[in-house]
Antibody, heavy 117, light 110 residues
Framework: QVQLVESGGGVVQPGRSLRVSCAASGFTFSRYAMHWVRQAPGKGLEWVAIISYDGSNKYYGDSVKGRFTISRDNSRNTLYLQMNSLRPEDTAVYYC??????????WGQGTLVTVSS | QSALTQPASVSGSPEQSITISCTGTSSDVGYYNYVSWYQQHPGKAPKVMIYDVSKRPSGVSSRFSGSKSGNTASLTISGLQAEDEADYYCSSYRSSSTYVFGTGTKVTVL
């Protein structure tokens, strides 16, 4: 069965960097576009970024554009989100999700990133 | 990127029907038939309930249905059950491979 496991979350100071990962299994990872979606504590879902199946195309939400970079390693079945210049408002649970015909099909359980001094 | 607008809360008694609205613009909900709905229980990951405005994934109860008129999409839950109590989010494709979520609706079963 499809499994997505996020990792790498933690507490980081404002202005610093952090990379979170999403390990995929149970499906052919290299055939699917992938998303990152985040949810601040007690708040709603916010779309963060998408990467095409082969990594050639990447798109971002306005709030993270220029600071975050989505990438993937299809040989390792792993999705990444490099987060630079972190701000307190980036504090959230970060979910990875598979893309299937313009909707978010399978989701991981998320990893919590806390930006605080 | 403004979020799609949903009511903050909707409630109903068991076996009743409720409808959650999701209002966007002519650049997202009104233009594309790529509206989806997600159910999220506390502390859990979201789960897709409806995609492409009105299609149900395998395994999702037929009590859940979706529709769209103009810039507003709707999710209807018929025969409301206790396990339907959760947060619900709509989402729409918004051109150039970007997406947007709704503000979220808390459904309470009275």
């Amino acid at each position: 069965q499809v499994q997505l496991v996020e990792s790498g979350g933690g507490v980081v100071q404002p202005g610093r960097s952090l990379r979170v990962s999403c390990a995929a299994s149970g499906f052919t990872f290299s055939r699917y576009a992938m998303h990152w979606v985040r949810q601040a504590p007690g708040k709603g879902l916010e779309w963060v970024a998408i990467i095409s199946y082969d990594g050639s195309n990447k798109y971002y939400g306005d709030s993270v554009k220029g600071r975050f970079t989505i990438s993937r390693d299809n040989s390792r079945n792993t999705l990444y989100l490099q987060m630079n210049s972190l701000r307190p408002e980036d504090t959230a649970v970060y979910y990875c999700a598979t893309e299937w015909e313009w909707y978010f099909d399978n989701w991981g359980q998320g990893t919590l990133v806390t930006v605080s001094s | 990127q403004s979020a799609l607008t949903q009511p903050a809360s909707v409630s109903g008694s068991p076996e009743q029907s409720i409808t959650i609205s999701c209002t966007g613009t002519s650049s997202d909900v009104g233009y594309y038939n790529y509206v989806s709905w997600y159910q999220q229980h506390p502390g859990k990951a979201p789960k897709v309930m409806i995609y492409d405005v009105s299609k149900r994934p395998s395994g999702v109860s037929s009590r859940f249905s979706g529709s769209k008129s103009g810039n507003t999409a709707s999710l209807t839950i018929s025969g409301l059950q206790a396990e339907d109590e959760a947060d619900y989010y709509c989402s729409s494709y918004r051109s150039s491979s970007t997406y947007v979520f709704g503000t979220g609706t808390k459904v309470t079963v009275l």
